[in-house]
């Protein structure tokens, strides 16, 4: 069976080039920070500064996997501030307090099995409506248990 010539080049640069070298055209890139932007719940988001490799030959940006980690994280980390939501820490001394898994809050509330750790690692951010009622889970004694109670009767 033939590869197609573009699965050969591909291939063929695959093994010869160095990893900081440009996927595009070859050349070495070289590692820079500027701003960027990323969506983070349909709003663009400007984080400062973000460590990326830049080819200075075709202009081509590369992020490698632990940049663009903490790309998203800070991303998450300035629209929180920006709209006064609760902090990833925040969130997780919450639930301690309540003290529930993760799993069990989720099922309480509502949401996938694995939102709350996505809330809590950084990697997404809640809404503003869950916000709030994760606010008036912490400042409203006794609301946590009337919603353990309307959680079991609609069980």
Same mark, same amino acid.
């Given at each position: ?73 800070? #991303?998450? /980390? @300035?629209? *929180?501030?920006?709209? !006064? ?7 997780? =001394?919450?639930? $301690? %307090? &309540? ?13 996938? #099995?694995? /939102? @709350?750790? *996505?809330?809590?690692? !950084? ?7 869950? =916000?709030?009622? $994760? %606010? &008036? ?19």
């Amino acid at each position: 069976m033939k590869k197609s010539k573009s699965r050969q080049t591909a291939s063929r640069h695959n093994r010869s080039l160095p990893l900081d070298a440009c996927p595009s055209c070859g050349t070495m890139m070289v590692e820079k920070r500027k701003a960027l932007r990323l969506p983070v719940n349909g709003e663009e988001v400007t984080v400062p500064s973000v460590a990326h490799l830049h080819c200075p030959q075709c202009h081509e940006m590369v992020l490698r996997f632990a940049d663009s980690k903490r790309f998203g994280e800070d #991303a998450i /980390t @300035i629209y *929180r501030k920006k709209h !006064g939501l609760l902090s990833a820490d925040e969130l997780r =001394d919450l639930r $301690l %307090r &309540l003290n529930l898994t993760q799993a069990k809050l989720c099922q309480l509330l509502g949401l996938g #099995a694995n /939102t @709350i750790s *996505r809330w809590e690692a !950084g990697r997404n951010v809640q809404t503003t409506a869950m =916000d709030m009622l $994760l %606010r &008036l889970i912490r400042d409203l004694p006794g609301s946590i248990d009337y919603i353990r109670e309307h959680h079991q009767a609609a069980a």
